[in-house]
């Protein structure tokens, strides 16, 4: 089981990414965190903030890499924080890597059915922010609907 929550970071604090009524500050850099957790465990936390929507588009990237069957690495948008996905069979074994490496393994069409949901969530709801996100919200939209 995938646990996501999404905040955006408003006046140094962090506000639940759709609950925030808001307008956001910097359109092009939305600072903010994703807290990410498979069966319980914390892969990505709060700490780790950045840029949540680039962050949202790099974990769709990866989640149509693994719909493929590919594997899939990248950084956070601009920490030194190493994400990957590796495809095994019938799993995904998702690690993050920022002073340690951390690994859970989880099913893999549980994997690409949990995180295309949670994706589809934000970038519909970054739509309703304002009509400069409905380009890269349609995008990606659509790359998550493609699989």
Aim: contains cysteine.
């Amino acid at each position: 089981m995938i646990t996501a929550k999404t905040y955006i970071k408003i006046n140094k604090k962090f506000v639940e990414f759709h609950d925030f009524n808001g307008k956001v500050q910097d359109p092009d850099y939305i600072e903010g965190a994703i807290e990410l957790a498979v069966n319980g465990f914390a892969i990505i936390d709060r700490s780790m903030w950045d840029y949540v929507d680039q962050l949202w588009a790099y974990l769709t990237e990866g989640v149509v890499c693994v719909a493929r069957g590919e594997d899939f690495k990248t950084f956070f948008p601009d920490q030194p924080i190493e994400m990957s996905f590796a495809t095994q069979g019938d799993d995904v074994i998702m690690a993050v890597t920022v002073h340690e490496t951390v690994r859970v393994v989880i099913d893999r069409s549980e994997f690409i059915s949990e995180m295309k949901n949670f994706a589809i969530d934000f970038f519909e709801d970054l739509k309703n922010k304002g009509d400069k996100f409905h380009a890269n919200s349609n995008f990606y939209l659509n790359k998550l609907r493609s699989i």
